[in-house]
């Protein structure tokens, strides 16, 4: 008899034991809960809105920024297309062509893209008139006769690298 009341109190123990561990559990449970609760009110705002709905919103407004992302890329594309094509590179180079006149009157100045496709223009002036000529650059080359002067507009437009 002494070892059955012993094993029921053992038991007894165990189980309250057991119980509270349960208990405390629970509230740490609870706890818990209430956060989440107050945490999903705060995302949901409208009261009456669930989860799912809050869920649908939020993927709606991700796809339309996924569209002005897409858009915006592109256009990104066509601008950088389109400044590849934009002058961007100037050379002029100030000279006296003859030797009656004074100072440096006449130039060349090159006016070329990032790939070194433009124009090169030429004014030589003299005493009695002045001449201006253009030349088309492709490459940083033209197919026309270069001066002197407007090679070195050119290789100044283009920069140390070429």
């Given at each position: 008899?002494?070892?059955?009341?012993?094993?029921?109190?053992?038991?007894?123990?165990?189980?309250?034991?057991?119980?509270?561990?349960?208990?405390?559990?629970?509230?740490?449970?609870?706890?818990?809960?209430?956060?989440?609760?107050?945490?999903?009110?705060?995302?949901?705002?409208?009261?009456?809105?669930?989860?799912?709905?809050?869920?649908?919103?939020?993927?709606?407004?991700?796809?339309?920024?996924?569209?002005?992302?897409?858009?915006?890329?592109?256009?990104?594309?066509?601008?950088?297309?389109?400044?590849?094509?934009?002058?961007?590179?100037?050379?002029?180079?100030?000279?006296?062509?003859?030797?009656?006149t004074g100072g440096?009157?006449?130039?060349?100045?090159?006016?070329?893209?990032?790939?070194?496709?433009?124009?090169?223009?030429?004014?030589?002036?003299?005493r009695a008139d002045?001449?201006?000529?253009?030349?088309?650059?492709?490459?940083?080359?033209?197919?026309?006769?270069?001066?002197?002067?407007?090679?070195?507009?050119?290789?100044?437009?283009?920069?140390?690298?070429?």
């Open positions: 008899m002494v070892l059955d009341e012993r094993a029921l109190s053992l038991a007894v123990i165990a189980l309250a034991l057991a119980v509270i561990g349960l208990a405390v559990w629970v509230a740490l449970l609870q706890r818990s809960e209430a956060r989440l609760r107050r945490r999903l009110r705060t995302m949901l705002r409208d009261g009456d809105a669930g989860i799912d709905e809050v869920l649908e919103r939020q993927l709606h407004r991700v796809d339309q920024l996924t569209g002005r992302m897409d858009a915006l890329n592109a256009l990104h594309r066509e601008l950088d297309a389109r400044g590849q094509r934009m002058l961007q590179r100037v050379g002029v180079v100030r000279f006296n062509p003859f030797s009656d440096d009157q006449s130039f060349a100045i090159a006016l070329l893209d990032t790939q070194g496709n433009g124009v090169v223009l030429s004014s030589l002036h003299g002045t001449r201006v000529f253009a030349k088309q650059v492709v490459q940083g080359r033209s197919r026309h006769q270069l001066s002197d002067e407007e090679q070195e507009a050119i290789r100044m437009a283009l920069g140390p690298a070429h």
